[in-house]
């Protein structure tokens, strides 16, 4: 692998490169645990690792000291039990479906219950298997997604036994603006949640994602959850929340031309040339994960100069202005940059009208994928 690298081209026929920096994954990891200290730094590895590839990224955050990991669903676990040594605590953010309880129970996976139905499919196993069960109670404190409503805190806090068998290990929550340091509502759901812990005094408190972190120790609670920020995502508006980035992407010309002006360019002709211009087609389109938005909006770079996208994204490919660059700079098979030092995560996802977090978990399954340290 290395050498294809150096020679240039992606093996086995692909026309892009995603280098995926677990050194640079490492040192976020790192970097947010030595913030958090006391507080412990879970990893949330949902989706893929945020598409990023589990069975490495997994792994590499293991090695770099983290014991507790977060996933979407039961089958995420399954995988991730596989990959990790069993010291490691598994979480399912979604909680279980009906009739996932024993297949949990026996990977030793740390259910999240949001409602106390959740909490009572839980508790039946363990009565059944005469066992203490782990489990992270979530409260909905005002995002109105996941977590006990008011009504169903109330109705455990004034009789326990609701939970009878379950080890209740923290009490969990999650913020709806915490990348917005300045919103209201992250002060107003710290305050509902510390309402109801006082009604739980004997468990922890498991509340920050990235941009919580970054909202002051207030909101760090004993077991912060970041996800983004691991993965190079700017996690806060916040001045101070610096993180390296971790993904590359670079993508193959497949072909360059010279169009008169009104030469019409990509389907539907959405763009027409006002002068005449040269153009090169880039080997990545949307089923590559660069959204269709990204149509006569987005950009690539090369050595450091923009080059627009011009015309509509294609599934397989999309075109981009090439004409601020010398003559033959660009031919078949030289490599441009989608995601590298000349544009952020960030840049590209605001060009296409959405987040980072959206770009990382879309990036295609056919881009070469080249992991380094
Ligand atoms: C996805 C998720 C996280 C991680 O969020 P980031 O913003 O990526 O840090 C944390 N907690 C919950 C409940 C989540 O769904």
């Not at 839980?122 to 008011?150: E, F, I």
């Not at 980035?245 to 990509?266: F, H, K, Y």
Request: aromatic share 6%; net charge negative; hydrophobic share 45%.
């Amino acid at each position: 692998m290395g050498e294809v690298v150096r020679l240039g081209y992606a093996p086995s026929g692909c026309s892009g490169v995603l280098t995926i920096d677990l050194g640079a994954l490492q040192r976020n990891y790192r970097a947010l645990a030595d913030r958090l200290r006391p507080a412990a730094t879970a990893a949330v590895v949902k989706a893929d690792a945020y598409g990023l590839g589990v069975d490495q990224v997994g792994p590499a955050l293991q090695t770099a000291g983290c014991r507790d990991f977060f996933v979407a669903q039961l089958s995420e676990a399954v995988s991730l039990r596989r990959l990790l040594t069993h010291e490691v605590r598994i979480y399912v953010l979604n909680g279980l479906q009906p009739g996932e309880e024993a297949a949990a129970a026996d990977l030793a996976v740390v259910p999240v219950l949001n409602s106390l139905e959740q909490l009572s499919l839980w508790s039946a196993l363990a009565k059944q298997r005469d066992a203490r069960l782990p489990a992270l109670l979530q409260v909905d404190t005002g995002m109105s997604r996941l977590g006990l409503s008011r009504q169903e805190v109330d109705a455990l806090a004034a009789d326990r036994s609701l939970g009878e068998g379950v080890d209740l290990r923290f009490l969990m929550s999650h913020l709806a603006c915490g990348d917005e340091h300045a919103h209201g509502q992250n002060a107003e759901q710290l305050a509902v949640l510390h309402q109801v812990a006082a009604l739980f005094p004997d468990l922890p408190l498991c509340f920050a994602n990235s941009g919580g972190i970054f909202l002051g120790h207030g909101f760090h609670g004993s077991l912060a959850r970041p996800g983004i920020a691991l993965y190079g995502g700017t996690p806060s508006d916040a001045p101070d929340a610096g993180m390296q980035p971790v993904v590359r992407l670079d993508v193959r010309v497949v072909q360059t031309r010279s169009v008169p002006a009104g030469t019409r360019v990509g389907y539907g002709a959405t763009y027409v040339a006002s002068a005449e211009m040269r153009l090169a087609t880039l080997a990545a389109g949307y089923a590559d994960g660069l959204p269709r938005s990204l149509s006569n909006a987005g950009a690539a770079y090369y050595e450091g100069v923009r080059l627009p996208i011009v015309g509509r994204v294609s599934m397989d490919s999309l075109t981009i202005d090439i004409s601020a660059l010398p003559a033959s700079t660009l031919r078949l098979g030289s490599m441009v940059e989608i995601i590298g030092p000349h544009q952020s995560l960030e840049m590209i996802a605001a060009d296409a009208g959405t987040i980072s977090y959206e770009i990382l978990t879309s990036l295609g399954r056919r881009f070469h994928r080249h992991y380094v340290v």
